[in-house]
C-alpha cells in the first residue's frame, strides 16, 4: 500500500543518516525503515519463537515469518556494540 507521512523534520532526518549508514536507499531506503520501526514498536513478540537446529559443528536458527530479518550489517552493529 502507497500512502504519503508528513514526518518531522528530526526524524526524516534521523531516516536518511541511517540509510546512509546502512549503505543508502538501495540497501535500506526509508520505506523499509520505516516498516521495520513499525513492525518492531507495534507488532510486539512474535507468537512463535525462533527453532534452534543444532548441527554437528554449525547451528542453524529458523525464524517464524513475524520475526524481523536481521542482516550483516545488524549483526557487525550489535557485535560493535
Known sequence: MKTTLDLPEDVADLLRKESARRGGRKK???SK???RAV???YA???DSPAVVDLKEG??????SVEMPVVDFEDLADALDD
Open 28 to 30: 535500506a531506503s526509508l
Open 39 to 41: 513492525r518492531q514498536v
Open 33 to 35: 525503515l520505516v516498516s
Open 58 to 63: 554449525r547451528v542453524v536458527v529458523k525464524r
Open 44 to 46: 510486539g513478540e512474535p
